[in-house]
Each structure stands twice: as C-alpha cells, then as structure tokens.
C-alpha cells in the first residue's frame, strides 16, 4: 500500500533552514543541517553518481539508503522548486540541473499562472498544480502505481500535509547544531506522538534519526 513519507533536517533547536538564494538554494543553514547526511556513501552514488565506495556506512549511510527506495511520485511547494527566487523565468527547471535525482513524477505546488509539465532525462517530470493538498496526493498516489509517495518539502509544504494528517511515515534527521534562526519545524504539530509510534536511534555523527509511523 502507498505510504506517504516526507524526510527532513532540522537542528536541535527545532529550526529549519530558510531564506533561499540564487547561492544558497535550500538556504544558508542547509549545509550545516546536511553535513553527516552528504558525507554517506549512499548520497556519493545517489547524487554525485560517485560509484567509488567513498562515504560513510553508518546509522546515517542505512537511512540514506531508506531514504531513496520505493518513492513513485514526489510532491514539493514552489519555493523549494526555485519558483519563488526566480519568479520571472518562465523556462526554470529546478535546481537539480539537467537529470534531476527524482526519476519519477513530481507535482509542484504553485499558485502562480500554469506551466507546462517538463520531461526530464532520467525519468523525472515536473507537473505544476494549483490545487488542495488531499487532491494532488490522490494524483500523485496515482501516479505512484502502488509505490510511496514523497513529500520533498519545503517545511511549509511538509508542515500542511502533517497539519492534514496525510503524513504515514515521517523522518527527522536532528543535526548537533544550534541554528537560532530559520523555519520552525513543529510549531503547530503537537500530539504527533500520539496518531504515530516514534522511535529514536542516534548515528556515530551525533545526527539523532526520529521517526513517526503509523
Ligand atoms: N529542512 C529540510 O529538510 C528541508 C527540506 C526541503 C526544503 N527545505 C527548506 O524549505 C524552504 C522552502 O520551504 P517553504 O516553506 O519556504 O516553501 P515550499 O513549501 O517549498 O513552498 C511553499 C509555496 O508553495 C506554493 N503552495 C503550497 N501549497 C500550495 C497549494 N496547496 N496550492 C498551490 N500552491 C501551493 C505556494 O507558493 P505560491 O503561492 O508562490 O505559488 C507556497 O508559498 C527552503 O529554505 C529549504 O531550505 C528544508
């Protein structure tokens, strides 16, 4: 049965990172957030096609891997597609380059004027859609063919299919680090623990991995 999943990266003072720009995409907190998930061997090959064996293997390496099995259609907001940092260019096609990392559908979030939907090589299309967060989960359910569906983000995405319920597996990987600023991630959240079973595991890197699943 479909499940829908969303992953995350906060700090152990509950931010986010926020604030993108043409620089920082996912904000200028994002690397301080991702270091220990950037350095497993499963992002080397996932991302940078790095099929040397370099990376780490650890508690972090074997969510990684978690992380990119069994997902058939993916949902983000504008904001994390790069709609809003390039609000004038008709022709952006996200910030992943030319063979997006996704490999299957992903419905964009967007209440700015249609788009076409974009075939990418690799397998990934980019679908634009205005509409309630229930309806583009039922597309992208569709769409998945009995696989999972992913909410990529952003937080504001995330956090309104978690307000909705719609949410069966969520996975946050808690970073050492203080941010003081940025997106809150569980304001608004309260009682998760009680609609989910969560469970704790704490990775050689300090990254504290806390599930919800229903
Ligand atoms: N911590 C993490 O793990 C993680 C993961 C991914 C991203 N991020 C961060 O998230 C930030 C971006 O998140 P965000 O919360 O600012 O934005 P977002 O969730 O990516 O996008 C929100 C936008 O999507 C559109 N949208 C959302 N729901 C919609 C609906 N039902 N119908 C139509 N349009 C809808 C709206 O844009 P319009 O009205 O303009 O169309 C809305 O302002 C980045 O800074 C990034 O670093 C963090």
Redesign the pocket.
């Known amino acids: 049965m479909t499940r829908v999943r969303i992953d995350?990266?906060?700090s152990l003072d509950g931010y986010?990172?926020?604030?993108?720009t043409p620089d920082h995409p996912?904000?200028e907190d994002?690397g301080r957030?991702t270091t220990a998930w950037a350095a497993t061997r499963t992002f080397h090959e996932r991302v940078f096609g790095d099929t040397s064996g370099a990376g780490t293997t650890g508690v972090d390496d074997s969510y990684a891997a978690a992380h990119f099995e069994g997902i058939g259609a993916e949902i983000?907001?504008?904001?994390?597609f790069g709609?809003?940092t390039f609000p004038d260019d008709p022709d952006w096609r996200g910030w992943w380059g030319d063979r997006p990392p996704f490999g299957t559908p992903v419905y964009v979030?967007?209440?700015?004027a249609p788009r076409p939907s974009i075939p990418m090589p690799g397998g990934t299309t980019f679908h634009f859609r205005?509409?309630?967060?229930a309806d583009v989960l039922a597309e992208a359910t569709e769409a998945a063919g009995g696989r999972d569906v992913r909410v990529?983000?952003?937080?504001?995405?995330a956090r309104?299919f978690l307000r909705a319920g719609l949410v069966d597996h969520l996975h946050v990987m808690i970073a050492p680090v203080l941010l003081g600023r940025g997106?809150r991630l569980w304001d608004d959240l309260s009682g998760l623990e009680r609609t989910h079973k969560v469970t704790t595991e704490v990775a050689e890197s300090g990254t504290v991995h806390v599930t919800f699943a229903r």
């Open positions: 995350l990266f906060a986010t990172s926020a604030g993108q996912m904000g994002w957030l983000m907001g504008a904001a994390m709609l809003h979030l967007t209440h700015t205005n509409t309630a967060v990529g983000g952003g937080v504001g995405t309104a997106a």
